[in-house]
């Protein structure tokens, strides 16, 4: 809490819910009991606030007010047990800067120097069976994910959304980070964390509204672990800012390492949105046969740090530059695809990160058992084209007929945008080349992970 404002605050600590009979006042104030929660609430919003947490059989107290003392005071049955100026608390705390060092900027790739030999086929099915893109259906269908019967939409896609009981409205929820890319460069790898849980949120029709980060690091003794952490930070704050995505809350955890080794940076990034009318969303699934495929964004082919170089080319040691993140594109870019969702222009959405476009529309593919027909851009190299992760790009269907004015809409507003191919078929198709079998992909896509974890059961 904070007295710039003037703000002070009195708390009466006898009526603080679930206390064990015998503690003191300030055995209380300094209890790290877990499951506990605050918020400050509108003058007249506490008996709408209680019958919500009766509801759900919380346990819930009001137990003090804001004041204009710039003080904190305690009570304890009507006596004063603590009287305490909030300045010293609040804006003279100490602080915990240790040494650190930058992580120093990688170049980058170019995308013409990178081997592709390997066949487009052999390396969708290598990337769709990879730990990174593997189905997850093996854990989800053993909770319940459908919340009471409010799950609009279910695991799988770029987001989940949850209707609101009683309401139209809907609330989207995703997780996000790639940690290869903070561990080549902390600051880009921050912002494309926050930015492609944005993007998730986009996907589906929602507006993101905030994100709680979980800040996962290895030792920050080590000066190269505390510039990760520092650098991981700088990137969150500024996409949060460009986007107007705050974070709302959050946690630590460090010194997550074994045997000197620290695990890769991972801040992991939640980020929730609001979907005003749940009728009018997207979800990745193909909807029909003859159906256009546009591309929104810049491609340029960027393979640093993806997982075609490390997992195709097999370079674990990459130390090329993760993809830059535009933090002025990926918000003018959410906002076009968001309006076209609102208005019922597009039948499918999906944002494109890990794998590329290629992995993007095979996922597409795979959720509607409908395969595509794609025509690549012959100014990159094709292997760069399929598999490149540049940032800030969505895949999206609309009927044919609706295609020309779609992309007159897109190049009014500056948003690049371009066709790259159709819908139809149980095959995937680039530029008239070796078909994929939709059949075969997603035998491998949804094979890893059972296989992976009867394994593990068999040890």
Request: with cysteine; aromatic share 6%.
């Amino acid at each position: 809490m904070s007295s710039k404002c003037g703000v002070g605050v009195e708390l009466w600590l006898d009526i603080v819910p679930m206390r064990e009979d015998g503690m003191t006042p300030y055995e209380l104030m300094l209890s790290e009991s877990q499951e506990r929660m605050l918020m400050v609430l509108k003058p007249g919003c506490e008996d709408a606030a209680k019958a919500i947490f009766d509801k759900w059989e919380l346990d819930f107290a009001v137990i003090g007010i804001l004041t204009d003392t710039k003080r904190m005071v305690l009570k304890w049955h009507g006596e004063v047990a603590g009287d305490l100026p909030i300045d010293p608390l609040a804006e003279a705390s100490p602080e915990y800067d240790r040494p650190w060092e930058p992580t120093p900027k990688q170049d980058r790739i170019d995308p013409a120097s990178i081997s592709g030999k390997v066949s487009h086929v052999d390396a969708l099915k290598t990337l769709m069976a990879s730990p990174d893109l593997a189905s997850r259906r093996w854990i989800w269908e053993q909770y319940d994910h459908l919340v009471m019967g409010n799950t609009i939409v279910r695991p799988g896609g770029d987001a989940g959304v949850v209707r609101v009981s009683g309401t139209n409205k809907g609330i989207a929820a995703t997780t996000d980070c790639t940690p290869r890319y903070v561990m080549a460069d902390p600051v880009e790898g921050g912002k494309q964390a926050v930015a492609e849980a944005y993007r998730n949120l986009v996907a589906t029709g929602a507006k993101p509204l905030a994100i709680t980060d979980n800040m996962n690091f290895g030792n920050p003794e080590r000066p190269r672990i505390m510039g990760q952490f520092v650098g991981a930070c700088q990137g969150i704050a500024e996409a949060c800012i460009a986007l107007d995505f705050p974070v709302v809350s959050g946690n630590v955890s460090l010194y997550n390492e074994t045997n000197g080794k620290g695990i890769l940076p991972t801040p992991a990034i939640g980020g929730v949105g609001l979907l005003p009318d749940v009728n009018a969303r997207a979800t990745i699934a193909f909807k029909a046969a003859g159906e256009a495929i546009l591309l929104i964004g810049e491609t340029k082919g960027h393979l640093g740090q993806s997982i075609y170089v490390r997992d195709i080319l097999g370079k674990t040691d990459d130390r090329s530059a993760p993809p830059p993140v535009d933090l002025g594109l990926e918000r003018r870019n959410g906002d076009f695809v968001r309006n076209e969702i609102r208005a019922g222009n597009l039948t499918a959405v999906h944002d494109i990160s890990d794998g590329g476009l290629f992995t993007a529309v095979a996922e597409m593919a795979m959720a509607a058992g409908i395969g595509a027909s794609l025509t690549p851009d012959t100014t990159l190299p094709l292997h760069a084209w399929a598999f490149g992760e540049d940032q800030a790009r969505y895949l999206v269907t609309l009927p044919e007929k609706d295609a020309a004015a779609f992309l007159e809409r897109a190049g009014k507003a500056g948003i690049p945008a371009a066709r790259i191919g159709t819908t139809g078929g149980n095959e995937l198709t680039l530029n008239g080349a070796i078909p994929i079998s939709l059949a075969g992909i997603k035998a491998v896509h949804e094979g890893w992970l059972p296989a992976y974890m009867a394994a593990g059961a068999e040890l």
